[in-house]
């Protein structure tokens, strides 16, 4: 069992940046894919980015590469997510997620463990 647990939201100015962190409970969070996914304001739940358990390889969505970066500090049992030069149109809750199997980490059905979510709003 993982539990999840996202911060560092809030409100910017489109051009901004924000971190978030998802924390994990759990001492096996390193053998776990995490994932970060967004839900826009009527919109269904999208992927931005995932990264695996060793960090050695990541996955985005092509519209927010560049733009955002996902990383881990296992030793944390944390992930990130580096969100640069933010729009508007990033205005979504984002939520934290962690798989312990395979499948195609681009879709939700790939992960076991959510988070709440954490509020991001990009004001023009």
């Known amino acids: 069992q993982v539990q999840l647990v996202e911060s560092g939201g809030g409100l910017v100015q489109a051009g901004g940046s924000l971190r978030l962190s998802c924390v994990a409970s759990?001492?096996?969070?390193?053998?776990?894919?995490a994932g970060w996914f967004r839900r826009a304001p009527g919109k269904e739940r999208e992927f931005v980015a995932a990264i695996r358990g060793s960090g050695g390889r990541i996955y985005y969505v092509d519209s927010m590469k560049g733009r955002f970066t996902i990383s881990r500090d296992n030793a944390k049992n944390t992930v990130y997510l580096q969100m640069n030069n933010l729009k508007p149109e990033d205005t979504a809750i984002y939520y934290c997620a962690a798989s312990d199997s395979g499948g195609n980490y681009y879709t939700e059905r790939a992960y076991r463990y959510w988070g709440q979510g954490t509020q991001v709003t990009v004001s023009s």
């Open positions: 759990g001492r096996t969070f390193s053998s776990y894919v």
